[in-house]
Nanobody
Framework: QVQVEESGGGLVQPGGSLTLSCAAD????????MGWYRQAPGKQRELVAR???????NYADSVKGRFTISRDNSKNTMYLQMNSLKPEDTAVYYC??????????WGQGTQVTVSS
């Protein structure tokens, strides 16, 4: 199975920006749709952005207009550009194939904390 490593998280002030990266140790081209998920304390993991192999993207309403997802199949890497960050964006962010369940492989995630 393809394993992933998320990176790029950190502490940022409200209104700030971060870019997350998801590096896979194998080809991600075989995954039709990949996405960024996040899990805040006490909440379920949610899909916030997805991108398919045609480049078509979709976003959760809570991040639409602020986050941009992209993927580079040649580098087996996916990105999430996050702008205008809000405290409610604080969560651990994960990347995975769209449709992945709790029974599937998940990386360690990367912590994003938005606070003044």
């Amino acid at each position: 199975q393809v394993q992933v490593e998320e990176s790029g998280g950190g502490l940022v002030q409200p209104g700030g920006s971060l870019t997350l990266s998801c590096a896979a140790d194998g080809s991600i081209a075989r995954f039709y749709a990949m996405g960024w998920y996040r899990q805040a304390p006490g909440k379920q993991r949610e899909l916030v952005a997805r991108i398919d192999n045609s480049g078509s993207t979709n976003y959760a309403d809570s991040v639409k207009g602020r986050f941009t997802i992209s993927r580079d199949n040649s580098k087996n890497t996916m990105y999430l550009q996050m702008n205008s960050l809000k405290p409610e964006d604080t969560a651990v962010y994960y990347c995975n194939e769209v449709g992945a369940t709790s029974h599937d492989y998940w990386g360690q995630g990367t912590q994003v904390t938005v606070s003044s």
